[in-house]
C-alpha cells in the first residue's frame, strides 16, 4: 500500500496568473498624472466574456464613479458577441466593478479632494477572470502636456540619430 502525501503548498495553487492585455487607454497617460492604481474585478454576463476574448473592448471614452457604495464604470464599449443573439447585452451598459469595501471608502475619500478622479487604464485577462486597473489620477495642464509632447519628441529624434551612427 502507497503512502499518501499532500502536495506541496506552492504545487497546489495555481501560479501567479499572466496578464493578457485586452484594451489600453492611451488617451488617459496623455490627459493625467496617475497617483496609485487599483486592480478590480467586473460583472460581466456570458456574451461580453466571449467578446472580451475575442478583444473587442474599448475604454477610450471610458470613466468611473462611485455610487451608492459601488464602483461603476460608465462608457466602456463591448461590442456584441456575434453569435450571441438574444444574450448580447447593450454594448455601453454601465458595469459594476468588483472591490474591497474598504479600497472603495478610501477612494470616496481621495476623490473628495479638489482635482481627483478615477480613470480606467487598462482591460485584461488575469487567468480566466476579467480584470480592470484603475488609476486615481489628477488632471494635467497645458504645459504639462507639452512638456510631456517636447520630451517625446527629442527621444525619438535621439534614438533616430542613435540609429543613423550605428548603421554608418
Not at 489600453?24 to 467578446?51: M, P, Q, W
Not at 451598459?93 to 480613470?119: C, D, F, N, Q, W
Amino acid at each position: 500500500m502507497r503512502a499518501w502525501a499532500p502536495l506541496p503548498r506552492e504545487d497546489f495553487w495555481v501560479a501567479k496568473a499572466e496578464k493578457k492585455l485586452i484594451a489600453n487607454n492611451k488617451k488617459a497617460y496623455h490627459d493625467y498624472f496617475f497617483e496609485e492604481r487599483y486592480e478590480a474585478g467586473i460583472a460581466l454576463c456570458g456574451t461580453e466574456v466571449k467578446s472580451l476574448r475575442m478583444g473587442k473592448c474599448s475604454v477610450k471614452e471610458a470613466f468611473v464613479r462611485i455610487e451608492n457604495g459601488e464602483v461603476i464604470i460608465y462608457g466602456m464599449h463591448i461590442s456584441p458577441y456575434e453569435k450571441g443573439n438574444i444574450f448580447n447585452r447593450d454594448p455601453l451598459r454601465p458595469k459594476k466593478l468588483l472591490m474591497h469595501k474598504s479600497e472603495i471608502r478610501k477612494l470616496v475619500g481621495k476623490i473628495a479632494e479638489k482635482g481627483y478622479t478615477l480613470v480606467p487604464v487598462e482591460v485584461y485577462f488575469k487567468g480566466s477572470l476579467v480584470k480592470v486597473e484603475i488609476a486615481l489620477a489628477k488632471g494635467k495642464k497645458l504645459y504639462d502636456k507639452r512638456r510631456d509632447i517636447a520630451k517625446k519628441d527629442m527621444r525619438r529624434e535621439a534614438e533616430r540619430d542613435f540609429k543613423v551612427r550605428n548603421l554608418n
